[in-house]
């Protein structure tokens, strides 16, 4: 690994300005979720004793849950109409039911979740899209964050705020609203990609070529699932896609891959991300998001994040372009470990550069061609102090500056205690150090220290505005804060 390349003087301190700013879990805030059961006899037996009552019990039952719950979400009548149609396969054959019959059955078959009822932390910051409409010397910014509920399940939503010329922090009021997006039914791949992500996969052969070959440059879900079908058709006539190891392999991969659509007039604090694939299925954890340059000088809005199932952790992307369409996508190669991948927010000598954490412990340095696919990963940094001796990672995606990238990091000490910490990088040359902070940055202080996860105090990236280093941080597993440290000081403490 490479040394510290340069030495200065380190300051006696650095000026760290805690805000009053706060983000708190608000348990109030809930979300419609889908109530599914293990077997069609579940939907079944509950269906029939809801066809079963009277129009005048079915009228005073509906009108009770719309008046109870109305204004505790949006368009409540349409989106049960929305989950009874999930659940209409499990009707009678032949059953004509009323709108209001419709609206009861949906309402047996969803529950409201507290998205935020443990904790709302760990918040990633960017530069908000939208600039407009602000006081001359004011910045709009736009927040992820990790919001834990029943379960500890964690999904990402969104806040947004105003920084003014003074640097002083405001946050929009939320909505008291929640909702999920709708998934987009029938997404559409690119040959080439999928192709290349197969055979990361060991899934390339004579018969998965076969099924590809047919296929347009640009092929939806269900045109895949044809074409499956029909190649299985030929090969085993009886065989269908979960019983075979590659048509499965293809079609999970597919399903891996998804995109979800918000409505483009909701407001942002509205819109939250659940877990939609298994991978996931027990959090969306610890959004790493950066407003990525292309050549043209176009910003593409990267996230990294970590998947959770309850037993496996593996980090994933997902892409947008105005935070309405999201497309989740699956990462590939040998480079593709643990947690903590935070992508530079442009190219650099032409490739994609990436910070990871490979092995739990140390700091990697990844380069590719691709967003989808990364394979060597170099060490950079390990643990050289006490209070980050168990591991350290990087704490978001490096913030370009003049003496070189800065890279918050986090560390954990004695009694697991986490604490940020940062380092310097080479801008040609990230695999430089240039020299890193011997003490922490930060560690959780009062308060900070008390929540779900005690003495935590943790970011997944910050922002630099002029001279000063806006850092919002969440301190153990519960609260979010925010902090604002003179960007020379930190630079200056760097040896």
């Known amino acids: 690994m490479n040394k510290p390349m340069r030495t200065k003087r380190k300051p006696k301190t650095i000026d760290i300005r805690r805000t009053e700013a706060r983000l708190y879990p608000d ?54 109409l929305s989950r009874f149609k999930k659940v209409e396969r499990y009707m009678p054959a032949g059953a004509g039911i009323s709108e209001e019959r419709k609206i009861l059955i949906g309402s047996y078959f969803v529950f409201e979740y507290s998205s935020e009822s443990a904790g709302l932390f760990n918040p990633s910051i960017i530069p908000h899209p939208n600039q407009s409409g602000l006081p001359e010397g004011s910045m709009r910014f736009l927040l992820s964050l990790r919001s834990t509920g029943e379960g500890h399940i964690s999904s990402i939503s969104f806040r947004e705020g105003v920084i003014d010329k003074h640097n002083s922090i405001t946050i929009d009021t939320p909505s008291r609203l929640l909702s999920e997006p709708e998934l987009v039914e029938n997404p559409v791949y690119n040959k080439e990609l999928f192709e290349r992500k197969i055979s990361e996969m060991g899934l390339i052969n004579d018969w998965s070529r076969h099924v590809l070959g047919s296929l347009a440059e640009n092929f ?78 176009k910003a593409v809005y990267y996230a990294t994040y970590t998947a959770y199932d309850g037993r496996n952790v593996l980090p994933q992307l997902f892409v947008t372009e105005d935070f309405c369409r999201f497309k989740f996508v699956t990462l590939n190669g040998p480079g593709v470990q643990n947690k903590g991948m935070a992508l530079f927010p442009r190219k650099i000598d032409g490739h994609f550069a990436m910070l990871s954490r490979q092995d739990g412990e140390n700091i990697f340095l990844m380069y590719s061609d691709n967003v989808h696919f990364w394979n060597k990963a170099s060490p950079v940094l390990a643990p050289a102090y006490p209070w980050e001796f168990i ?19 986090h560390g954990v000490g004695p009694m697991r205690r986490y604490c940020l ?15 890193r902070l011997q003490e922490p940055l930060m560690c959780p202080e009062g308060i900070e220290r008390e929540g779900y996860v005690p003495n935590v105090l943790y970011t997944c990236g910050a922002l630099l505005r002029g001279k000063q280093l806006i850092l919002p941080y969440g301190m153990s597993d519960r609260v979010t804060g925010f902090a604002i440290i003179p960007i020379k000081e930190i630079l200056a403490s760097i040896v």
Not at 394 to 409: A, K, M, Q
Not at 421 to 435: E, N
């Open 220 to 297: 939806t879900l269900t045109e895949l699932k044809h074409r499956l079908n029909e190649a299985l058709a030929e090969k085993v006539p009886v065989r269908i896609i979960e019983d075979d190891p590659v048509a499965s392999g293809l079609w999970l991969l597919a399903k891996s891959n998804y995109e979800i659509q918000f409505p483009a007039d909701q407001e942002l604090s509205e819109r939250i991300i659940f877990p939609a694939i298994p991978i996931q299925s027990n959090g969306i954890e610890d959004v790493r998001i950066v407003a990525h340059q292309d050549e043209a000088g």
């Open 421 to 435: 910490g940062a380092f310097l990088l080479d801008r040609d040359d990230p695999s430089k150090v240039l020299g």
């Open 391 to 409: 591991k350290m990672g990087n704490c978001g995606s490096p913030i370009e500056t003049p003496e070189g990238w800065l890279v918050l990091s």
């Open 27 to 80: 348990q109030s805030r809930v979300v419609l979720r889908p109530l599914d059961l293990n077997s069609s006899e579940g939907y079944q037996k509950i269906i029939n004793r809801v066809l079963a009552l009277k129009d005048k019990d079915v009228e005073k039952i509906t009108a009770q849950v719309l008046a109870e719950f109305s204004s505790r979400h949006r368009n409540l009548s349409d989106r049960l």
